[in-house]
């Protein structure tokens, strides 16, 4: 059906980019083994290589999170180029559910969501970043898998966004399934989930595609609004940024039926550090439960002294679960206040998008999203 497009692959980068951020990789592995679980973005000094702990409870590392203490700041690597999750408004303030994921963090430990300094990375220096120390966390809409756990010393402490990936086409082009797309030319990213799903859904139905690869986002609309390739796949929340980026012009595009894989989708931290790890996981919990017991930015302090006792542990009042992670007896009150609870969060983000929120939904609203017990 697709005959009349060249194949190309187009690194927006310098030439050797990609072999560069592979010779970090592996270097980072070997001289380290654990991709510098323990490295700092700075030379500030800590205290201690753990955190205060309650008495009786086992000390675990924590040279990340005093690092980030010292500093008096986060340090969160981001696209910077997809609205919905992180892209610059008016005045050149980071906004999007990612950006957001990295002020709930900030707001954990400094009480202020707005301590945060955002470093914009591509799909190809990601990684590398986090791996050498650059970035404290990466919340740059990437999807946790068992070769990027394993190989490369990062973790995903909590899955943020359930997504799939799909196909988006020009309406004209009168696509029905993604079935239809033997001879396409597809563009996406290099270095993404994106590029192997692809390759391995038209592998399985015994197609053949021209790959169009295109690392940064502004030439890749370039390419998919100019006819450059049939169709674009992405996670299906991408897709639907894409649409957005480029105003009335996305209601000439039409996303194809098939979702081809299961994304689930977290910022990654280095590995080794265990306190790290548990105040990204619990905070995501703080806005699961946040949104459970309704609070919000607005009303949270509405909740001081009531008679529930999940609820005085959240705000602070009773036991000592920020003792236990590091940070201040308020952490969670502040979370909401910087950012209000999940679905503040989406709503605010990504509905915008007309995306439902899905599996992304609550438990009990028929969704998968389900935050451990604060006790």
Known sequence: MFTNHQASRDFEARPNLRAAVG??????????GVAHAQTRPDSAPVASPTASVPAGAVAVPAATLNAIKARGHLICGVGGDRPGFSFPDSKGVMRGFDADVCRSVAAAIFGSGEKVRFVTLTSLTRFPALQSGEVDIVARFTTWSLTREAQLGLEVPAIQFYDGQGFIA?????????????GASVCFQPGSSGESNVADYFRANK?????????????????????????????????????ASIGAAGNDYAVLPEI?????????????????????????????????????AANIEKFRNNSNPAIQRFM???GDLGQALGVDAQ??????????????????SISPLGLQRGLNRLLKDGGIQYAGPMR
């Not at 010779?23 to 380290?32: F, R, S, W």
């Not at 952490?331 to 989406?346: D, F, L, S, T």
Request: charged share 25%.
């Open 170 to 182: 020009k309406k004209k082009a009168g696509l029905k399934s993604a079935l239809d797309l033997s």
């Open 316 to 318: 602070g009042e009773t």
């Open 207 to 243: 197609m053949e595609m021209k790959p169009v690869i295109i690392e940064k986002m502004e030439q890749m609309r370039d390419a998919i609004v100019s006819g450059r390739c049939d169709v674009y796949t992405n996670d299906t929340a991408q897709l639907a940024s894409f649409k």
């Open 23 to 32: 010779a970090l990789v592996c270097a980072t592995l070997v001289t380290t």
């Open 260 to 296: 081809i894989s299961k994304e689930p989708l977290g910022a990654f931290i280095r590995k080794g550090d265990q306190r790290f790890f548990d105040l990204v996981r619990w905070t995501h919990a703080v806005t699961l439960n946040a949104e459970e017991f309704g609070m919000t």
């Open 331 to 348: 952490w969670a009150v502040n979370i909401v206040k910087a950012v209000g609870n999940y679905a503040e969060m989406y709503d605010r």
